[in-house]
């Protein structure tokens, strides 16, 4: 994994062909991706196997937080990866050393003080999102294990970034491939002969997020990488953190936004009683989980264009986003299309005998599955802004996009249409739409590439 890199990757990146170095990039991240989204997959559909609807929402609340976190942490981390990337297209092995470093020492401090807060904080939020009383009592069960593992989600991410910054997405794959497999079977024996309900199925999440971990950590030392890592690199660089947090803080602050918005939505459904909190939860997670698409496609974009910036190669750049926006639109198109045939039976998976659910969650899903198409694009926009120094764009765009289409649009459709859950599922489309067209006109104004500093 050296900057050159053995198998050509830096040379691919910057030099070669940039539609293969695009796959070759994104799959390995797309699949382990997928993978860590089955914990809170496999943890609604075990759940919705062998407990109610009250489990259900439990879990489909709880989980939908710790994406949130997740997400967040992810966001953050985007500052890692784009720092280490401007230093290997530059070849400064010193300034990626010190990066990563850096980020440990940002991340420890975050992680601690970030599980301490929520701990006491438990059932003041589950009251704040309306949790209905049958599920309240397993949800706070949920949360707490999950609090309580916070350290190993944020290690687990960070030490992705770094490999991703690196060029390298093979390995957190294989990571996180292990982990998913472990919980599976975790959840299984937890949620079933055990009968641990929500807890269960949170404590199979955090034992093979720690799992992930520490099979990462011992791969990092036994791996010889070309960039060495010291103990001077872990002492603290007002520059270099100045540059990871500008460029991951507004993209943990605009992500967490976004989850906010998808939160206050689930407050309104949570106010309409168990059946619909528990199909907008279900429709969440589906969602979340085809997002990974063009959360992949934003890791990539941002991490090819921090490294063809760096190199000084910006029309290559372009080119990166160019991709990204095309493969993201085939994607969105082609999820919205088998939504409209396939809603049903995919909520069916998750819960049975439950047919209001299901009437719900399937008009929600037809509806909120065009979001897909919209978007992919502005996360690939929010990528290339993030590579170029611009992670502020991304804020603006998304928080224009939350106060004047996502949560008006879904409380006057709860309110004007009680009875259907389509017209509430259009919010989110309808939102990243405006998105798309704030991200065209700050694309526009960013003009020269050549004269923006990396």
Do not use: W
């Amino acid at each position: 994994m050296s900057q050159t890199g053995k198998n050509g990757t830096m040379n691919a990146i910057t030099e070669g062909n940039l539609f293969k170095a695009m796959i070759r990039f994104s799959v390995p991240y797309l699949i382990a991706c997928f993978l860590q989204s089955f914990y809170g997959m496999a943890d609604l559909f075990i759940i919705g196997q062998f407990r109610d609807a009250a489990s259900v929402t439990a879990v489909s609340i709880g989980s939908q937080l710790m994406h949130m976190l997740t997400v967040v942490i992810v966001g953050l981390a985007m500052g890692t990866t784009v720092s280490i990337s401007h230093a290997v297209g530059a070849r400064n092995r010193n300034g990626a050393s010190r990066c990563i470093g850096n980020s440990a020492v940002l991340f420890a401090a975050f992680a601690l003080v970030l599980m301490t807060v929520l701990l006491c904080t438990v059932n003041g939020i589950l009251n704040l999102l309306a949790t209905p009383q049958e599920a309240m009592l397993e949800a706070a069960d949920y949360l707490r294990i999950c609090f309580a593992g916070i350290p190993f989600i944020t290690a687990y991410n960070l030490i992705s970034s770094m490999f991703r910054g690196l060029g390298d997405t093979r390995r957190p794959m294989i990571f996180v491939a292990i982990a998913g497999v472990l919980n599976i079977g975790l959840d299984v024996l937890f949620v079933g002969p055990f009968g641990m309900g929500a807890g269960g199925a949170a404590l199979a999440t955090i034992i093979s997020q720690a799992v992930s971990v520490v099979i990462a950590l011992f791969a990092m030392g036994r791996l010889k990488l070309d960039v060495s890592v010291s103990k001077s690199s872990f002492r603290p660089d007002g520059q270099v953190m100045h540059k990871l947090l500008s460029i991951g803080a507004p993209i943990a602050f605009q992500d967490g936004l976004i989850q906010v918005s998808f939160l206050v939505i689930t407050m309104i459904a949570n106010s309409r009683g168990v059946a619909v909190a528990a199909a907008v939860g279900i429709v969440e997670k589906i969602i979340s989980f085809l997002f990974l698409v063009p959360s992949a496609m934003l890791s990539t974009v941002s991490a090819l264009a921090a490294q063809n910036a760096g190199a000084g190669q910006h029309e290559r750049s372009r080119q990166v986003l160019s991709y990204g926006n095309r493969m993201c639109i085939v994607f969105g198109l082609t999820v919205f299309v088998l939504c409209q045939f396939f809603a049903r039976p995919i909520l069916s998976l998750f819960i049975h005998e439950e047919p209001l659910v299901i009437l719900y969650g399937t008009q929600y899903l037809r509806a909120y599955a065009l979001d897909c198409v919209f978007a992919g694009v502005h996360f690939c926009f929010s990528g290339f802004f993030s590579a170029y120094g611009k992670s502020a764009y991304s804020f603006i765009h998304n928080i224009i996009s939350i106060v004047a289409i996502r949560i008006p649009g879904a409380y006057l459709a709860s309110k004007l249409f009680p009875d259907n859950l389509y017209p509430m599922g259009l919010a989110a489309p309808l939102g990243s739409l405006l998105s798309v067209i704030i991200c065209l006109f700050l694309y526009r104004k960013m003009g020269d590439l050549s004269e923006s500093e990396v």
